[in-house]
């Protein structure tokens, strides 16, 4: 009788294992979903300014269906996109990509590159996300250069490592951003420097949310800070949220909108749209863009 209870228990334990496998791989990292937040920071007589928020794309070549629904974001009519970077995940990426963001690039846009716009995914151990100091290993060289030549050729602006200006919803928005701070690419330094006062509204992006940067940017004044990487933890636990936000920000704020501690910033960190190919699932967080009104 206990070995007949136990094997039932281990049958229908691998039961739900494949169930919810099936489940994250087939189903949810499927559910493409639109969020939707209110940022105060303008003043409350000011026209809202919509800006479209894209992260972690992780194109494939042949995954029509992303690229068809990210495509048809344009019927939203942001006033800004940005892209917070990993747009590829593979060498030949870049039609897919450019599919995908064609009917945006009608739009004022800006965006920063992620590790994974520089070199491809390499498979490993998902639980090594669950090591603090765990070394990052490089995969095959990815397009960057095609990538930033057909953005930066529809207009958006290549933002890292770099500040501007420009103009958008009949505003003057300045923007600041870093190339990829988890692989130590971001150079802050540079472009640092209190928010212009003549701008309606100050804008940073960082592909990675790490705190030393938002910090420096918060205290510059900026008073919207855009990031992706995290995945919003893709695996999360009902109840509980991410596991690992695979930088130093903490769990509680591995997605949506948050007030950055110790400043008046508001700080957005999306979820993203893919997955890490050599792990196509995710649970309790669906892949996901933000529009938000300011």
């Known amino acids: 009788m206990r070995k007949r209870t136990l094997f039932r228990l281990a049958a229908g334990t691998a039961a739900v294992g494949a169930a919810t496998l099936a489940y994250a791989s087939l189903v949810e990292r499927n559910m493409f979903t639109l969020r939707r937040y209110d940022v105060p920071v303008l003043p409350a007589d000011a026209e809202p300014l919509r800006v479209l928020h894209l992260s972690d794309l992780h194109m494939m070549p042949d995954q029509r269906r992303k690229q068809g629904w990210v495509a048809s974001l344009a019927a939203l009519d942001p006033d800004l996109v940005v892209v917070t970077g990993d747009n590829m995940a593979h060498p030949g990426a870049v039609p897919g990509v450019l599919r995908a963001l064609q009917p945006l690039l009608d739009y004022p846009g800006a965006f920063v590159f992620g590790s994974n716009d520089y070199t ?128 130093g920000l903490p769990r509680s704020m591995a997605k949506g909108l948050h007030r950055w501690p110790g400043s008046n910033s508001w700080l957005h960190v999306s979820a993203g749209l893919g997955t890490h190919p050599t792990a196509p699932v995710r649970f309790a967080c669906p892949p996901e863009a933000s529009l938000l009104t300011l």
Not at 121 to 138: G, H, M, S
Not at 140 to 165: I, K, S
Not at 169 to 195: F, I, T
């Open 120 to 247: 491809g995914p390499v498979w490993k151990n998902p639980f090594t996300y669950f090591l603090p100091d765990r070394e990052y290993t490089e995969g095959v060289d990815l397009p960057f250069e095609e990538l930033r030549e057909v953005l930066t050729g529809a207009g958006w602006v290549d933002l890292n490592n770099a500040r501007t200006t420009l103009k958008a919803g009949g505003r003057a928005v300045e923007l600041v951003g870093v190339d990829d701070p988890h692989v130590e690419r971001d150079d802050y330094a540079a472009v640092a420097g209190p928010v212009s006062p003549s701008a309606d509204l100050s804008i940073a992006l960082s592909h990675s949310p790490e705190p030393a940067v938002l910090d420096q940017m918060a205290a510059d004044g900026f008073g919207l800070l855009l990031a992706g990487h995290t995945h919003g933890g893709q695996v999360c636990v009902p109840g509980v949220g991410a596991l690992v936000t695979n930088c």
